[in-house]
Antibody
Framework: QVQLRESGPGLMRPSGTLSLTCVVSGGSITSASHWWSWVRQSPGKGLEWIGEVHQTGTTNYNPSLKSRVAISFDKSKNQFFLKMYTVTAADTALYYCARRARAAARQAWFDSWGQGLLVTVSS | EILMTQSPVTLSVSPGEGATLSCKASQNINTYLAWYQHKPGQAPRLLIHGASTRATGTPARFSGSGSGTEFTLTISSLQSEDFAVYYC??????????FGQGTKVEVK
């Protein structure tokens, strides 16, 4: 069974660049059958999809965040990454990595999730 | 962006009773809807996809229904492990995928 685990800094300063890693075990990120996503939950709010990457290198991003984020992967380490630029307090959130169950369009439910990593942006 | 609205925000239920959660989409999403269960400190868990297809391991007491813009998650007889927050998610449109704000099912 695939497992995902987020890692990265718990505290960020405003205007900095957030870098998060998702370590995938029990499955390969080079699988053509899945996309790999980042989702976040701000305090007191619901879930917000950030974006996703496929092993082909194709990425899709939430239009509201597209100008500030980049998702990439390292096949050799079976990891994928989130970079978010110029963070503010509004980016304080619990960040999850997740696996999209199927690669096909309109089959984009998430069948595996990490436990989440709290990132606080504060001076 | 497709807005997903869940109701109620909080549902107080006694163990053994049933619960009905609602999710409404701001436009037609056919049956491209998933439900998740989320407990504090844990990874969200997929319960339902395709509006009504139970994911592997989802107990039969969970059932999903609906199409178009109105969807329902029904829990037939709440067990202690079912008290959690439940989210719906649409995947009809990836520009972007969107989630509801959640319904918290708490012990009455």
């Amino acid at each position: 069974q695939v497992q995902l685990r987020e890692s990265g800094p718990g505290l960020m300063r405003p205007s900095g660049t957030l870098s998060l890693t998702c370590v995938v075990s029990g499955g390969s990120i080079t699988s053509a059958s899945h996309w790999w996503s980042w989702v976040r939950q701000s305090p007191g709010k619901g879930l917000e999809w950030i974006g996703e990457v496929h092993q082909t290198g194709t990425t899709n991003y939430n239009p509201s965040l597209k100008s500030r984020v980049a998702i990439s992967f390292d096949k050799s380490k079976n990891q994928f990454f989130l970079k978010m630029y110029t963070v503010t307090a509004a980016d304080t959130a619990l960040y999850y990595c997740a696996r999209r169950a199927r690669a096909a369009a309109r089959q984009a439910w998430f069948d595996s999730w990490g436990q989440g990593l709290l990132v606080t942006v504060s001076s | 962006e497709i807005l997903m609205t869940q109701s109620p925000v909080t549902l107080s239920v006694s163990p053994g009773e049933g619960a009905t959660l609602s999710c409404k989409a701001s436009q037609n999403i056919n049956t491209y809807l998933a439900w998740y269960q989320h407990k504090p400190g844990q990874a969200p868990r997929l319960l339902i996809h395709g509006a009504s297809t139970r994911a592997t391991g989802t107990p039969a007491r969970f059932s999903g229904s609906g199409s178009g813009t109105e969807f329902t998650l029904t829990i037939s007889s709440l067990q202690s492990e079912d008290f959690a927050v439940y989210y719906c998610q649409q995947y009809n449109d990836w520009h972007p995928y969107t989630f509801g704000q959640g319904t918290k099912v708490e012990v009455k």
